[in-house]
């Protein structure tokens, strides 16, 4: 099993200070158009949605992955993918740390259903998986601040 877990400083020194508000619009954001924030995802559909939950499915060309989306109002974001021929089983869940508006932070919580590495190309395998998720989350952060600064004009 993979895990991991890291915490990111959404309002960077001397950039615009992102709101708690804007960030949860960015989060939104992930959940409805996940193909800006998703390297390889040709399109996503929206099979049932609540005001807590949404159920999607995702299409990387033919391969289809089918997740759970928990949203806790500018508190958390929970994905549970479910797992194929292809993929294993995983939960993203996304906590905001709200200090004082000048220090949103978010916490990204991971674990994935990989067998245990059984040698030394497995563990390098899962050490270079961690990082993606880690670029990825950055990336995210990125997205967001330039949709919020997009949307604010």
């Known amino acids: 099993m993979l895990e991991l877990t890291h915490t990111l400083s959404v309002n960077p020194p001397n950039?615009?200070?992102l709101s708690i508000d804007s960030l949860w619009s960015g989060l939104l954001l992930r959940i409805l158009e996940p193909m800006r924030f998703t390297v390889?995802?040709?399109?996503?559909?929206?099979?049932e949605r609540s005001e807590s939950?949404?159920?999607r499915a995702l299409h990387f060309g033919e391969h289809?992955?089918?997740?759970?989306?928990?949203?806790?109002?500018?508190k958390s974001v929970e994905f549970v993918t479910d797992a194929t021929e292809k993929s294993p089983s995983g939960r993203l869940l996304i906590e905001i740390e709200n200090r004082n508006p000048d220090e949103l932070r978010l916490k990204f919580f991971y674990t994935t259903q990989?067998?245990?590495p059984s040698n030394d190309e497995e563990r390098a395998l899962l050490e270079?998986?961690?990082n993606a998720y880690m670029a990825a989350d950055m990336d995210m952060i990125r997205i967001i601040r330039e949709?919020?600064?997009?949307t604010k004009h």
């Open 15 to 17: 950039q615009p200070v």
């Open 40 to 47: 390889g995802l040709d399109g996503a559909d929206i099979l």
């Open 53 to 55: 939950r949404y159920r």
């Open 64 to 74: 289809v992955v089918h997740d759970v989306v928990n949203v806790n109002h500018n």
């Open 114 to 116: 990989f067998p245990e």
């Open 128 to 130: 270079m998986i961690k």
């Open 147 to 150: 949709y919020a600064e997009m």
